[in-house]
């Protein structure tokens, strides 16, 4: 999907430092992933664990 405007150029960055609810953090990563193919994860103080990473890399591979 091509890109005009303001759109174009624009790293989607997603806030996940706990002050949106998980599932509309959720949301917001699959339509950035999607729209764009990459994004910008914004984390204050809040680490992902390595275990939910490796399981999304699992999940998009087709090998859950």
């Known amino acids: ?4 405007g303001e759109e174009a ?3 989607p960055v997603i806030d996940i430092s706990g002050t949106t609810s998980e599932q509309k ?3 917001q990563l699959v339509n950035a992933a999607a729209r764009h193919g990459f994004l910008y994860i914004k ?3 809040k680490d992902i664990p ?3 990473i490796n399981n ?3 999940i998009v ?3 859950p």
């Open 25 to 27: 953090v959720a949301e």
């Open 9 to 11: 150029g624009l790293i």
């Open 50 to 52: 390595v275990d939910s």
């Open 1 to 4: 999907m091509a890109t005009t």
């Open 43 to 45: 984390n204050e103080g």
């Open 61 to 63: 591979s087709g090998n």
């Open 56 to 58: 999304m890399f699992e």
